[in-house]
């Protein structure tokens, strides 16, 4: 069965550089959250949308953004990097938001150098 | 704010035990719970979920919801060096609140 691809898997960018994470959910999955995992830290939500539209919103950075496009995926836009944000970005996808268990990607690993 | 409560362990078997993880909640309008398996620098895994109601079994796993004492337990059978990692409990809530999971180490 398909999974949840992210792309990249790994990413080494420079301290005040933008980077660009994509995630592609499971095919008919119309929900996607983002969750960062900072080393030997739990995972800690950074946002989710629903059907294209921001839904909730967590302990995401303002110099970070997203978005879901209209075939579903959705990429994190990271700008001006600090060394604290190399950490591990997973993305999940599910069916009707909230209503459906959420399958996560394999995780792109960013370091900031 | 965490939904569950998760006992933290770590807890460390021998190969072929039984194990038994265990989380409480406190909101009974939970319809279902999620068990997700993580192992080092992956994403996490789900594992099996189970309605708020019975038990569910799936292989050498066991999942069981007590809705009268709001207890969640896992069981795993025959545990492998294989099984270990760190195992999660959540109920279906729109974000995932994780906390520290409990670390399962099955040594040979």
């Known amino acids: 069965a398909a999974g949840v691809i992210q792309s990249p898997r790994h990413l080494i960018k420079e301290k005040r550089e933008t980077a660009t994470l994509k995630c592609y959910p499971i095919p008919r999955h119309d929900t996607v959250y983002w969750y960062q995992q900072g080393p030997g830290q739990d995972p800690q939500f950074l946002i989710s949308f629903y059907e294209k539209m921001q839904s909730d919103k967590g302990s995401i950075p303002d110099r970070f953004s997203a978005q879901q496009f209209s075939d579903y995926h959705s990429e994190l836009n990271m700008s001006s990097l600090e060394l604290g944000d190399s950490a591990l970005y997973f993305c999940a996808s599910s069916l009707r938001r909230g209503r459906e268990t959420q399958y996560f990607g394999p995780g792109t690993r960013l370091l900031v150098l | 704010q965490k939904e569950v409560e998760q006992d933290p362990g770590p807890l460390s078997v021998p190969e072929g035990a039984i194990v038994s993880l265990n989380c409480t909640y406190s909101n009974s309008a939970f319809q279902y719970f999620m068990w997700y398996r993580q192992y080092s620098r992956k994403g996490p895994e789900l594992l099996m979920y189970?309605?708020?109601?019975g038990n569910k079994e799936d292989g050498r796993f066991t999942a069981q919801v007590d809705k009268s004492s709001k207890y969640i337990s896992l069981f795993i059978r025959d545990s492998q060096p294989s099984d270990s990692a760190t195992y999660l409990c959540f109920p279906n809530t729109d974000k995932l609140i994780f906390g520290t999971g409990t670390r399962l180490q099955v040594f040979p």
């Open positions: 189970t309605y708020s109601s």
